[in-house]
């Protein structure tokens, strides 16, 4: 019997062919490839000190938009940003110094296809106490003038296209990482092939660039995946609205509590991600996804430079909320955090035999479909905790523009399309138990409306 196993393992393909194609294949990764790195720029084009979007879009000028701002041209970028390069590239590298260097606790990640574990070092404590000392550093020596925030604010764009530029030159060097055999060990098949992802090995060069070919590209004990995923973009974009504030508190001697209020919500949700970087270990991005330009462009510019629209705009146009208003966009965030940490706790209980008293469906893979407490509500209660939160840093400029709503729709379309892809996934794996699971709890996100 042993025997049987062990053939049978060495027979498998590590690495099949993929065969399902998202995001409508080459074309539709293409058409994002394109269309989302302008799209940041516009909107970073529609949020600036001398021209903001008031109301639904009724001052939208396509000359202000398309003509005048910040924005050069793509061989100034490339050749002529030296300055921008050299600050972007010192903040990357200098935090995988770190991510590597600083203390912190080795834990084994999911299994792999070959059997084998990958180690994480999980230091988000040791990080984020560095990053606060060595701000409050700065704000003391510099007499709160902290240049740093000050160059970020004034070329927010400039970084903005950088990042952008330094996502595609990432995903190229992965890209052809994953083509080179593994140096100086082996997987746990036994040989020197790199694990690549399921979704990420067509064969064509575009979609495989996009999508991500390896899952797991690391360079020495850096894992580029999960380092990008929780440090250069998630950073950025709190440094990128601490700089709102500190504008706003040097030119008027005072701070609108708007503005703190977003700092505070989004500070919090940041550093939360950061502390608990253990609970990504188990997250689709990291255990099922390839690092391509999807997601090196999603963590170092869409994150930072669209996550920070509301903390930008509210230093623009600045706006004073009533008592009401801010007890209520609260208590939206932290209803929104509470549903979405309750409910992944709730599920991570349940996988580890701890509430065995919870109703669930039996599936033929000896696994259970959880479909009591909060997953009887819907089948991605979490996501729908996610999404409140967003809400509530979107209500933060309550009516003044519609523009900074674009986050909360944006991300809905993206737990959506996750969902979709997890539901694609589910029945497939589990059959008959998941059509079971699908009657037992038919709304798939929001309860009694999706």
Same mark, same amino acid.
């Given at each position: 019997?042993?025997?049987?196993?062990?053939?049978?393992?060495?027979?498998?393909?590590?690495?099949?062919?993929?065969?399902?194609?998202?995001?409508?294949?080459?074309?539709?990764?293409?058409?994002?490839?394109?269309?989302?790195?302008?799209?940041?720029?516009?909107?970073?084009?529609?949020?600036?000190?001398?021209?903001?979007?008031?109301?639904?879009?009724?001052?939208?000028?396509?000359?202000?938009?398309?003509?005048?701002?910040?924005?050069?041209?793509?061989?100034?970028?490339?050749?002529?940003?030296?300055?921008?390069?050299?600050?972007?590239?010192?903040?990357?590298?200098?935090?995988?110094?770190?991510?590597?260097?600083?203390?912190?606790?080795?834990?084994?990640?999911?299994?792999?296809?070959?059997?084998?574990?990958?180690?994480?070092?999980?230091?988000?404590?040791?990080?984020?106490?560095?990053?606060?000392?060595?701000?409050?550093?700065?704000?003391?020596?510099?007499?709160?003038?902290?240049?740093?925030?000050?160059?970020?604010?004034?070329?927010?764009?400039?970084?903005?296209?950088?990042?952008?530029?330094?996502?595609?030159?990432?995903?190229?060097?992965?890209?052809?990482?994953?083509?080179?055999?593994?140096?100086?060990?082996?997987?746990?098949?036994?040989?020197?092939?790199?694990?690549?992802?399921?979704?990420?090995?067509?064969?064509?060069?575009?979609?495989?660039?996009?999508?991500?070919?390896?899952?797991?590209?690391?360079?020495?004990?850096?894992?580029?995946?999960?380092?990008?995923?929780?440090?250069?973009?998630?950073?950025?974009?709190?440094?990128?609205?601490?700089?709102?504030?500190?504008?706003?508190?040097?030119?008027?001697?005072?701070?609108?509590?708007?503005?703190?209020?977003?700092?505070?919500?989004?500070?919090?949700?940041?550093?939360?991600?950061?502390?608990?970087?253990?609970? $990504? !270990? #188990?997250?689709?991005?990291? =255990?099922?996804?390839?690092?391509?330009?999807? @997601?090196? +462009?999603?963590? &170092?510019? %869409?994150?930072?430079?669209?996550?920070?629209?509301?903390?930008?705009?509210?230093?623009?146009?600045?706006?004073?909320?009533?008592?009401?208003?801010?007890?209520?966009?609260?208590?939206?965030?932290?209803?929104?955090?509470?549903?979405?940490?309750?409910?992944?706790?709730?599920?991570?209980?349940?996988?580890?035999?701890?509430?065995?008293?919870?109703?669930?469906?039996?599936?033929?893979?000896?696994?259970?479909?959880?479909?009591?407490?909060?997953?009887?509500?819907?089948?991605?209660?979490?996501?729908?905790?996610?999404?409140?939160?967003?809400?509530?840093? $979107? !209500? #933060?400029?309550?009516?003044? =523009?519609?523009?900074?709503?674009?986050?909360? @729709?944006? +991300?809905?379309? &993206?737990? %959506?399309?996750?969902?979709?892809?997890?539901?694609?996934?589910?029945?497939?794996?589990?059959?008959?138990?998941?059509?079971?699971?699908?009657?037992?709890?038919?709304?798939?996100?929001?309860?009694?409306?999706?």
């Amino acid at each position: 019997m042993t025997e049987t196993i062990s053939t049978k393992k060495k027979t498998e393909v590590l690495n099949p062919k993929t065969e399902h194609f998202e995001f409508s294949g080459v074309s539709g990764a293409l058409a994002i490839s394109i269309g989302l790195p302008i799209l940041i720029i516009i909107l970073n084009q529609m949020i600036r000190p001398n021209y903001y979007i008031t109301g639904f879009f009724e001052n939208f000028s396509f000359e202000e938009v398309f003509q005048k701002g910040d924005l050069k041209s793509i061989q100034d970028y490339l050749f002529n940003m030296k300055e921008t390069w050299v600050y972007y590239i010192l903040w990357f590298f200098c935090l995988a110094i770190l991510d590597v260097s600083l203390p912190g606790k080795t834990i084994n990640g999911v299994e792999l296809r070959d059997g084998s574990y990958l180690k994480y070092k999980i230091n988000g404590i040791a990080l984020s106490s560095y990053l606060i000392i060595l701000l409050a550093y700065r704000f003391k020596t510099t007499n709160g003038q902290m240049p740093e925030l000050q160059y970020l604010y004034k070329h927010n764009l400039d970084i903005c296209v950088v990042s952008i530029l330094f996502s595609f030159f990432l995903a190229v060097i992965v890209y052809a990482m994953s083509f080179i055999p593994l140096f100086g060990k082996k997987n746990g098949a036994g040989n020197k092939e790199r694990i690549l992802a399921l979704g990420g090995n067509s064969g064509n060069v575009i979609y495989d660039w996009f999508i991500g070919r390896e899952l797991n590209p690391r360079l020495g004990p850096l894992d580029i995946k999960l380092f990008c995923e929780l440090r250069p973009g998630m950073l950025l974009w709190l440094l990128i609205n601490i700089a709102a504030l500190h504008k706003v508190w040097l030119e008027t001697g005072k701070i609108n509590n708007a503005l703190l209020l977003i700092n505070l919500l989004q500070g919090f949700y940041i550093f939360d991600g950061v502390l608990n970087e253990e609970g $990504c !270990l #188990t997250m689709m991005d990291i =255990t099922t996804d390839g690092f391509g330009f999807m @997601l090196a +462009f999603g963590d &170092l510019s %869409l994150v930072p430079f669209t996550y920070s629209l509301q903390a930008r705009y509210l230093s623009c146009n600045i706006i004073e909320l009533t008592n009401w208003q801010l007890v209520l966009i609260t208590a939206v965030m932290f209803g929104g955090y509470f549903i979405f940490h309750s409910s992944n706790q709730q599920k991570s209980d349940f996988r580890q035999g701890k509430l065995p008293h919870l109703k669930s469906i039996q599936t033929k893979r000896t696994t259970k479909l959880l479909c009591d407490g909060w997953w009887a509500k819907s089948q991605h209660m979490n996501y729908m905790g996610d999404w409140l939160i967003s809400l509530s840093w $979107c !209500l #933060t400029t309550w009516s003044s =523009t519609a523009l900074t709503y674009y986050y909360s @729709l944006y +991300f809905f379309t &993206l737990l %959506l399309h996750r969902q979709q892809r997890d539901e694609h996934k589910c029945r497939e794996k589990y059959g008959e138990a998941w059509e079971e699971y699908e009657k037992a709890v038919p709304y798939k996100i929001i309860p009694y409306i999706y």
